[in-house]
T-cell receptor, first 116, second 116 residues
Framework: DTAVSQTPKYLVTQMGNDKSIKCEQN?????MYWYKQDSKKFLKIMFS???????INETVPNRFSPKSPDKAHLNLHINSLELGDSAVYFC???????????????FGPGTRLTVL | AQSVTQLGSHVSVSEGALVLLRCNYS??????LFWYVQYPNQGLQLLLK??????LVKGINGFEAEFKKSETSFHLTKPSAHMSDAAEYFC??????????????FGSGTQLTVLP
């Protein structure tokens, strides 16, 4: 069973389009994350939700909007796609958001977005 | 702010040779440190983590890392490289963002190549 799954795996689209990436985790975790990995493999956090509540919102354009219908799902919607949005987007989850020690984050397989 | 620096974006070793991947951290508080591995076209997988206690941490696939506070380092080692170890390796530090939520800050990654 896949712990953290993402769909689609590949996404090729034109500039200006709107697209969504879906993420689901079956680990029973409370916290989910979106990361962006650029062409140089640099990973940066974008958002984090804890039990459907937004808790981390890094400096990300307003065109990116996360949506969490329940704590097992965190989807990423991107409006008016730009060339610079091309990257690999990873979803991750962890048991909790805080606590004395950090919980392990489990990552999905990634979605490679290409904007033409 | 906490950060990690990985020295060497590319490391090549011969099969059977020692693997040493370097990571230095910057933190004003006791750090929680991680090593993740990313195989081609896959998500990140936790190798090992240091939270507290023993400074030599053993992980999966024969990897280990030693937390050295005096050197602010958390280098990853494996005594004998295997072809299957070829991957991208990321060092990360856990820190609190706003709202008391933990987040991972990643280094820029090190691509490990294993030569036959």
């Amino acid at each position: 069973d896949t712990a953290v799954s993402q769909t689609p795996k590949y996404l090729v689209t034109q500039m200006g389009n709107d697209k969504s990436i879906k993420c689901e985790q079956n680990l029973g975790h409370d916290t989910m994350y979106w990361y962006k990995q650029d062409s140089k493999k640099f990973l940066k956090i974008m958002f984090s939700y804890n039990n459907k509540e937004l808790i981390i919102n890094e400096t990300v354009p307003n065109r990116f909007s996360p949506k969490s219908p329940d704590k097992a799902h965190l989807n990423l919607h991107i409006n008016s796609l730009e060339l610079g949005d091309s990257a690999v987007y990873f979803c991750a989850s962890s048991r909790s958001r805080s606590g004395s020690f950090p919980d392990t984050q489990y990552f999905g397989p990634g979605t490679r977005l290409t904007v033409l | 702010a906490q950060s990690v620096t990985q020295l060497g974006s590319h490391v090549s070793v011969s099969e059977g040779a020692l693997v040493l991947l370097r990571c230095n951290y910057s933190s004003s508080v006791p750090p929680y440190l991680f090593w993740y591995v990313q195989y081609p076209n896959q998500g990140l997988q936790l190798l090992l983590k240091y939270t507290t206690g023993a400074t030599l941490v053993k992980g999966i696939n024969g990897f280990e890392a030693e937390f050295k506070k005096s050197e602010t380092s958390f280098h990853l080692t494996k005594p004998s490289a295997h072809m299957s170890d070829a991957a991208e390796y990321f060092c990360a530090v856990s820190s609190f963002s706003s709202g008391s939520a933990r987040q991972l800050t990643f280094g820029s990654g090190t691509q490990l190549t294993v030569l036959p």
